[in-house]
């Protein structure tokens, strides 16, 4: 049984209603500093995971081509219609949701990356489909719950409909894990977790306004960087070593 990946989408959900029906409680100077410290929390998450780094070279690398990607396909901006598409389907359920300005588009992306592409969601959802241990997705579920609630006081009830590309993707990857999971060595995963985790540091400055960084077009890094890691250690180190 998906437990994890059930209760992060679940934890999403509960934490975008409590959102919606808390935020026009909350002063404005409330929701920033909470912002700030659940920015911060994430820079925490990212680079407790970048610690874990084996060959930086390939990492490196892999955010750098994984980021040139998403910005010639215009990773970015699909995310970014995506989320637009989400909204548009709740303001005709829910009058009054909908909302265009520039911030509210900045940050319902800043919310589906977070949630949806975050090194610990990813790793968490092929640890469980190959392992059975939910303990990193139970973690990560915490976290979550308590930042979409933020999100929610910003985006409203639309902030519950993320959950849904999340659990595609993360049900994708557990059902997908075991024929993934046995090609992967330990370098491969450290690696791929520290990419992640670049992306957390990256998601954490966005929350808390002090560089937008495009996050949603540094996704494909996450594909490359195990392919490059297992290149890296098979044929680049043993030439320089």
Known sequence: MPIGVIANCLGIIIGGIAGSFIGPRLT???????????????????????????????????????????????LGNLTQKMGMGMEKIISKIIPGQSKKDAEYQSVLVTAIVLFCASGTGIYGSITAGMTGDHSILLAKTVLDLATA???????????????????????VLFLLAGAIYPFCTETMICDFKACGGVLLVATGFRMMKVKEFPIADMIPAMVLVMPLSHLWVTYVLPFVS
Do not use: D, R, W, Y
């Open 28 to 74: 404005e100077s409330f929701k920033t500093n909470l912002n700030l410290v659940f920015g911060a929390c994430a820079m925490t998450m990212g680079i407790s995971s970048i610690s874990l780094m084996k060959n930086m070279p390939a990492v490196i690398l892999s955010v750098i081509l994984g980021t040139i990607i998403g910005l010639i396909i215009h």
């Open 149 to 171: 609630l933020i999100f929610a006081c910003i985006l409203g009830v639309v902030t519950c409909v993320i959950a849904v590309p999340q659990f595609i993707i993360f049900m």
